[in-house]
């Protein structure tokens, strides 16, 4: 396996089993599991519903394709376009978020005869050739050629950069301006789409101003220029409501799903405007998008996420996980602890500045796993520590793991 894959720790984990909010490695040591392969299994490791259906499932038809009708993937289609909250949508499956973005940009530019783009700096929208192409974070945009026309604006990452200094309106005001000004200075007008994540994941967990969104959706608009939201790591209730976008009081054109909606099986998909969706000139496959195994998963798992609203319960648990970590907000080498729902981030420095240290990251980042907890890493400079429990996790859990990154990053002190 290639070199550039990036396996966390530097005495890496080979997990074997999961059940709940708990992982147990090849040892046997046991971990509380507050990243969840990467903010994929919402509903937590095993869930029985998901197990039953997927063994069913595997009991009936693995495969057929996508050139012959599924039920599953009707009943997940039906579904998924009725959660969207996109009137009348239509919904492609994928395998992975990387690919759905791949389908929505194809779609934009297919849709607006424009291979213009705009993207967020700071964003990650996948691997593939087109995805790192509006990539705007180095570490994860190994090159620059590509077949679309980038240009980048200001968004999610308030702590650095030109705009820091602003309160929430002035931020939005100023990257409106900027939005504005890249359009008539690097684009010919005919832009495709604006692609954006409600929250930057990748990115560090930047979380921009309520409305943000649709302050730019305001300067689209004249233009015809698509909104496409990336949903794959706050969609399915991860920032306390089912949508991302919802916080910023838009509702986008085309929107992306991937990660969390089998619970970790390997489906993702694009859901917009039929129009949208439907533009395509010519014929498109997936063979494995939205095959049976994966939308029965898939199924189970959204109508225990749905039916036990653990949207809502995201919000809650996230409430008292802010509380905990906001203890630790004030130390020397916290420069700031941010996020909503399930979905929380610690920014480490060089204590008393504002310098990224990414060493001390690394640093909480093995303490926590001695302590037994499972966090991630982000950011731009690899000094974010990333938190995301299960939506479905107990009180106990979040306050299990929150004390373990509490205690870790406050024995900080003691060593220094
Ligand atoms: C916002 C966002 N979009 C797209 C992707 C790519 O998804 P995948 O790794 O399933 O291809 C990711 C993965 O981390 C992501 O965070």
């Known amino acids: 396996m290639p070199s550039w894959l990036s396996i966390s720790y530097r005495e890496p984990i080979a997990i074997e089993r999961g059940e709940g909010s708990w992982v147990w490695d090849a040892e046997g040591a046991r971990y509380l599991d507050f990243f969840g392969g990467i903010l994929s299994t919402p509903c937590g490791h095993s869930l029985p519903e998901v197990v039953e259906a997927v063994r069913h499932q595997a009991g009936r038809l693995l495969h057929a394709s996508t050139l012959y009708l599924s039920e599953p993937a009707i009943e997940l289609a039906e579904l998924v376009a009725e959660a969207s909250g996109i009137p009348d949508a239509k919904v492609f499956f994928t395998t992975s978020g990387t690919e759905a973005n791949d389908a929505a940009l194809l779609l934009a530019t297919s849709y607006r005869r424009s291979n213009q783009i705009l993207a967020l700096r700071n964003g990650y929208h996948g691997r593939s050739f087109s995805t790192v192409s509006v990539t705007g974070h180095r570490s994860w945009s190994p090159t620059s050629f590509s077949g679309l026309a980038v240009s980048y604006i200001h968004g999610g990452y308030r702590l650095r950069g030109p705009f820091a200094h602003l309160d929430d309106a002035a931020y939005t005001r100023a990257c409106v301006e900027d939005l504005?000004?890249?359009?008539?200075?690097?684009?010919?007008?005919?832009?495709?789409?604006?692609?954006?994540?409600?929250?930057?994941?990748?990115?560090?967990?930047?979380?921009?101003?309520?409305?943000?969104?649709?302050?730019?959706?305001?300067?689209?608009?004249?233009?015809?220029?698509?909104?496409?939201?990336?949903?794959?790591?706050?969609?399915?209730?991860?920032?306390?409501?089912?949508?991302?976008?919802?916080?910023?009081?838009?509702?986008?054109?085309?929107?992306?799903?991937?990660?969390?909606?089998?619970?970790?099986?390997?489906?993702?998909?694009?859901?917009?405007?039929?129009?949208?969706?439907?533009?395509?000139?010519?014929?498109?496959?997936?063979?494995?998008?939205?095959?049976?195994?994966?939308?029965?998963?898939?199924?189970?798992?959204?109508?225990?996420?749905?039916?036990?609203?653990?949207?809502?319960?995201?919000?809650?648990?996230?409430?008292?996980?802010?509380?905990?970590?906001?203890?630790?907000?004030?130390?020397?080498?916290?420069?700031?602890?941010?996020?909503?729902?399930?979905?929380?981030?610690?920014?480490?420095?060089?204590?008393?500045?504002?310098?990224?240290?990414?060493?001390?990251?690394?640093?909480?980042?093995?303490?926590?796993?001695?302590?037994?907890?499972?966090?991630?890493?982000?950011?731009?400079?690899?000094?974010?520590?990333?938190?995301?429990?299960?939506?479905?996790?107990?009180?106990?859990?979040?306050?299990?793991?929150?004390?373990?990154?509490?205690?870790?990053?406050?024995?900080?002190?003691?060593?220094?």
Request: hydrophobic content about 45%; overall charge negative.
């Open 180 to 416: 504005q000004e890249v359009i008539a200075t690097t684009t010919s007008g005919d832009v495709a789409c604006l692609i954006a994540e409600p929250i930057q994941g990748v990115g560090g967990v930047a979380v921009p101003p309520e409305g943000f969104l649709a302050a730019m959706a305001d300067v689209l608009e004249p233009y015809g220029i698509l909104m496409v939201v990336d949903e794959v790591q706050t969609g399915w209730g991860r920032t306390g409501t089912l949508w991302g976008y919802e916080h910023h009081g838009i509702i986008p054109d085309l929107m992306t799903f991937a990660k969390g909606v089998g619970n970790g099986l390997a489906l993702g998909g694009v859901v917009g405007r039929a129009d949208i969706v439907d533009n395509l000139t010519a014929q498109s496959i997936s063979t494995f998008g939205g095959n049976p195994l994966a939308a029965a998963g898939a199924l189970a798992n959204l109508r225990y996420l749905l039916g036990n609203d653990l949207a809502a319960n995201a919000a809650r648990l996230g409430e008292r996980m802010g509380q905990h970590l906001d203890t630790i907000s004030d130390h020397a080498s916290v420069a700031e602890v941010r996020g909503r729902g399930l979905m929380w981030a610690i920014e480490m420095v060089v204590p008393g500045t504002l310098e990224p240290s990414p060493d001390l990251a690394e640093e909480i980042h093995e303490r926590t796993r001695e302590r037994g907890l499972l966090i991630g890493r982000g950011g731009l400079y690899r000094n974010v520590l990333r938190i995301a429990p299960p939506l479905n996790a107990t009180l106990a859990e979040i306050d299990e793991g929150s004390a373990i990154v509490v205690e870790s990053v406050g024995e900080l002190d003691h060593d220094r």
